[in-house]
């Protein structure tokens, strides 16, 4: 199966239009609740060894300063996971977005709002591409961790799989301050069932 688990450029390229259109409905849904611009970039995509997924975040991930990951698994012929990263310092900002004062600020409020905002992301993106690709999904409830060092991450991202597919995007907003990572991974049977849908999408045209 493994010379199977790939994507070709006009597969990509295909799956990157996909994922904009999810993305711009994910934007408009967290511009709506903030009351503020959001920008998600255009999605990264590219298929590894799941054993390289740690060393991978090393890079994307500036853990200087302490993060919150929440994770929320996608079940369904689209099987994986959402994973949202966050600075501590952009979840506060997101939080007096919500219209949360100093004092009423602690670790359970922030956990709580980026478990929302991870809800929004994870609704609004995959539940789109599932329904471009004529399939459903459905979500677990999400978890959310403190991360200080990429080795926590030991145990919250997919192993037992040969390949997963990273679709990645950074959420920022400009007058807040506030940057965020979204990365869904779907694992070995999901890419061969994205890769035939998305074979067939450009095949009608």
Do not use: R, W
Request: aromatic residues 8%; hydrophobic residues 40%.
């Amino acid at each position: 199966m493994e010379n199977k688990i790939f994507l070709t450029e006009d597969e990509k390229d295909c799956l990157q239009e996909l994922m904009n259109v999810a993305y711009g409905s994910a934007t408009a849904a967290i511009t709506e609740i903030l009351d503020a611009f959001a920008k998600l970039s255009i999605p990264k995509i590219q298929i590894i060894n799941a054993n390289e997924f740690q060393p991978y975040l090393s890079k994307e991930l500036d853990l200087e300063e302490e993060h919150l990951v929440s994770l929320q698994q996608i079940n369904g012929t689209i099987c994986g996971e959402n994973m949202f990263v966050i600075d501590k310092k952009s979840a506060k900002n997101i939080a007096y977005k919500f219209g949360l004062e100093e004092d009423e600020i602690n670790e359970e409020e922030v956990c709580d709002i980026v478990l929302e905002i991870t809800n929004i992301l994870s609704s609004s993106t995959i539940s789109k591409l599932a329904e471009d690709i004529d399939t459903d999904v459905s979500f677990s409830a999400p978890t959310i961790n403190n991360l200080t060092s990429i080795s926590q991450l030991n145990n919250l991202f997919i192993s037992k799989y040969e390949k997963i597919i990273i679709i990645s995007t950074q959420l920022n907003f400009d007058d807040l301050n506030i940057s965020a990572e979204l990365f869904i991974l779907t694992t070995d049977n999901s890419i061969l069932y994205i890769k035939e849908k998305l074979k067939k999408i450009l095949d009608e045209f």
